[in-house]
C-alpha cells in the first residue's frame, strides 16, 4: 500500500495546514491574496493557469495548491542587480521545490522570459491569466492584449496593484468593459470575468 494511503485523516489536514503555513509564510507584495487563489482555484477547477510575474513564487504556489490542472509561471528577472535577480530566482526555485516534494502543489511549470515573448508562441487556452507587475496604463493593456486572446470564454483575469497604481493599471482596469470586482486591500487586485455569476458569488463569498 502506498505510504500516502495509510495515513490517518488527522495527519492529513494537519499536513494541509503545514502546507497553507508554508504558502502564507512566503515572502511578497502580493500576500494577503493567497486564500483567493486558492478559494478560485477549487471554484473554477482550471486547466491552465498563467501566472505572469512569479518572483519568489507565491502566487505561482497558490495557483497551484491542490489544482490538478497546470500553473505555467513567467518571469524574466530582468530588473535590479545580477545579485538580487539571483536571489529571486534561487528563492522562487526553492520554495516550489518545497511545495512540490511535499506535495502542496504540483504540475508547476517555470518560464523565463519576457512576457510578450512567451506570448508570441503560447499555444494553449488559460482558464485564468495573473497580470502581476504592469504598473503602467500602457504596460497593463500591452500585456492584457497579448494573452487576453488565449483566454477561454468565461476565463478569469486578475491584475494586481490597482490600488498601488490608480491612474495607472488602476485606470485600465476601471475603463475594462466586463463584469469585475475590486479586492481593496494589499496593493488591491481586481477581477474580470464575462461569467457575471462567478462575480456576484465572488461578491457575496468574500464580503466585497
Ligand atoms: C511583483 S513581482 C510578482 C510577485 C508574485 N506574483 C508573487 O506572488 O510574489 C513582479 C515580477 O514580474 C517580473 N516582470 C516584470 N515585467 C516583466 C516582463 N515584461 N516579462 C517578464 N517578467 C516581468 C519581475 O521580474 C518581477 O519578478
Excluded at 24 to 49: C, N
Excluded at 105 to 111: D, V
Excluded at 119 to 134: E, G, V
Aim: aromatic share 14%; glycine share 6%; with cysteine.
Amino acid at each position: 500500500m502506498a505510504a500516502a494511503a495509510i495515513l490517518h485523516p488527522i495527519i492529513r489536514r494537519s499536513k494541509r495546514n503545514h502546507a497553507l503555513q508554508f504558502i502564507h509564510s512566503i515572502e511578497s507584495t502580493w500576500k494577503g491574496h493567497e486564500d483567493f487563489a486558492i478559494w478560485l482555484v477549487q471554484k473554477i477547477q482550471p486547466k491552465t493557469v498563467v501566472d505572469l510575474g512569479f518572483d519568489r513564487g507565491l502566487s505561482t504556489i497558490a495557483f497551484a495548491y491542490k489544482n490538478p490542472g497546470h500553473v505555467y509561471g513567467i518571469d524574466w528577472f530582468e530588473e535590479g542587480t545580477y545579485a538580487e535577480k539571483s536571489f529571486a530566482l534561487d528563492t522562487a526555485f526553492r520554495n516550489i521545490a518545497r511545495a512540490i516534494r511535499f506535495n502542496y502543489a504540483k504540475n508547476i511549470h517555470l518560464i523565463i522570459g519576457p512576457f510578450h515573448e512567451v506570448s508570441k508562441t503560447w499555444n494553449r487556452k488559460i482558464d485564468i491569466l495573473h497580470i502581476d507587475w504592469a504598473h503602467t496604463y500602457r504596460a497593463a493593456k500591452f500585456h492584457f492584449d497579448n494573452w487576453q486572446r488565449y483566454l477561454r470564454d468565461e476565463g478569469v483575469v486578475l491584475i494586481h496593484d490597482i490600488l498601488s497604481c490608480p491612474n495607472e493599471v488602476g485606470r485600465f482596469f476601471k475603463e475594462l468593459p466586463f463584469p469585475k470586482i475590486l479586492f481593496p486591500d494589499h496593493g488591491g487586485l481586481g477581477v474580470i470575468c464575462s461569467d457575471k455569476k462567478l462575480i456576484e458569488e465572488i461578491r457575496t463569498d468574500w464580503q466585497l
